[in-house]
């Protein structure tokens, strides 16, 4: 059964709980949700008990139905990639201060 969200694109460059937490529930309607990573990854997929290597369950939790990248966000390739992936997204999602914005461009 189609959710109400299908069709829509989300770039999800968030951490810890809120942001992850609101990315889960477009995808859990429906939506086509991409979660960026750094090289990394989450600080989340540490915490707690691991189901799978380098992934909690809390990170597992609110991380379904999502799709992922990693990137080197200090990188100007990893800047140019994010560049592209905001251009397809129908809703960009991040808890990144202003000023680190400005770096990413």
Do not use: C, W
């Amino acid at each position: 059964m189609p959710g109400a969200l299908d069709g829509y694109r989300i770039l999800d460059l968030t951490i810890n709980v809120l942001g992850p937490l609101a990315t889960q529930t477009l995808g859990d309607m429906g939506a086509d949700v991409i979660k960026v990573e750094q090289l990394s990854g989450d600080d989340v997929r540490y915490i707690g008990p691991a189901r799978h290597d380098g992934m909690s369950a809390f990170f597992l939790n609110v991380n379904r139905n999502k799709r992922s990248i990693s990137l080197n966000l200090k990188s100007k390739a990893g800047k140019e990639a994010l560049q592209r992936l905001i251009k397809t997204a129908d809703v960009f999602v991040h808890s990144v201060r202003a000023k680190s914005m400005e770096k990413l461009g």
